[in-house]
Nanobody
Framework: VQLQASGGGVVQAGGSLRLSCAASGRVFSINVMGWYRQAPGKQRELVARITNTGSSDYAASVKDRFTISRDNAKNMVYLHMTGLKSDDTAVYYC??????????????WGQGTQVTVSS
């Protein structure tokens, strides 16, 4: 499985960005796709995730500002970010969790895309 993320960049505080991630390879229909982020000097943290049935959850810090969505037919996941703050500056990683992968549950990571919010 390969994950290719795109859409990062530099945006002013209060602005918006949309991240996209395409999964390819041996992608099963039952999975969870999500976004994590890692700021300099901090641990990687969950931003948002969504199941193949559309159930989603968010980090408290982004709820009501970010929206995660997916296109199952295209194996794509999106993160629409609005009201961006300097605290949102981080490298954003796409994640795919497949509970019924070959030989059991597996997790995959994309290469990361930088989001920088300038004040």
């Amino acid at each position: 499985v390969q994950l290719q993320a795109s859409g990062g960049g530099v945006v002013q505080a209060g602005g918006s960005l949309r991240l996209s991630c395409a999964a390819s390879g041996r992608v099963f229909s039952i999975n969870v796709m999500g976004w994590y982020r890692q700021a300099p000097g901090k641990q990687r943290e969950l931003v948002a995730r969504i199941t193949n049935t559309g159930s989603s959850d968010y980090a408290a810090s982004v709820k009501d500002r970010f929206t995660i969505s997916r296109d199952n037919a295209k194996n794509m996941v999106y993160l629409h970010m609005t009201g961006l703050k300097s605290d949102d500056t981080a490298v954003y990683y796409c994640n795919l969790y497949q509970p019924y992968d070959d030989d059991g549950a597996k997790e995959y990571w994309g290469q990361g895309t930088q989001v920088t919010v300038s004040s």
